[in-house]
């Protein structure tokens, strides 16, 4: 049997994680700034690699609980976006985001999306590669939309454009939309996610993961078409 003084540290802990976190019942809708307090006060990192998530233990350890469980979320609808709560945490959690990204957020996005995206921010680009030490631009896509949507989509990016989507016009782009360039030649060689503004998220083969604007003039000159996802990709996750 414990004594309460064995006791008293877990429930302040307990306390402590609870206070951290209010996370809906559907998975989608956070109101507390529970990865941006990780990011900022423990150096947290995080990223996806085979499906899975890779952990900092020194981390853990240093928090003394396993915060695996309170990361991972179920898969949300395609193109859901949480409501606006209006917290101070909330906003706490906008601002990092918006700040490290670069893009103004307001709350009116997927912030599951902006949190695969603030994960794999920064990672470097490395041909073929599907991992934290390096990934490719088709990669990247592939392992944010099986994390944020729960969707499997094609590995290389022609594959993604002629077998997953359905071509939109660039001026119809939704969150969450894929982006499909031509760099050299005639073939689609890269892609990305649109985010908002004409913000998109992608794997740069000489900066890595990275956001940039479609409307710089080298992506602007390359860029072919934008695509959503196809009703059967979508019902059959």
Known sequence: MFSKFKLAPIVVLLIHVCSCMTLHTDGLHWTDALVSRFEKDYNYEIATESGGYLENQERDAKIGTDTNSFLSAPPTPIYSAPETYETDAYDDALE???EKLGIPFNGTENILLIQETSRWFGTPYRFGGCSAYGID???LVREIYRSVYGIELQRTSGGMYYNDLIPVRKSD??????????IRGRRISHVGIYLKDDQFVHSSRTRGVM????NERYYKKRFFSA??????????N
């Open 96 to 98: 990092f985001y918006s």
């Open 137 to 139: 631009c088709s990669c």
């Open 173 to 182: 782009l939704q969150e969450g939309d894929i982006l499909c360039f031509k």
């Open 211 to 214: 956001i940039s604007d479609l």
């Open 227 to 236: 695509g959503r996802i196809k009703e059967n990709d979508v019902s059959r």
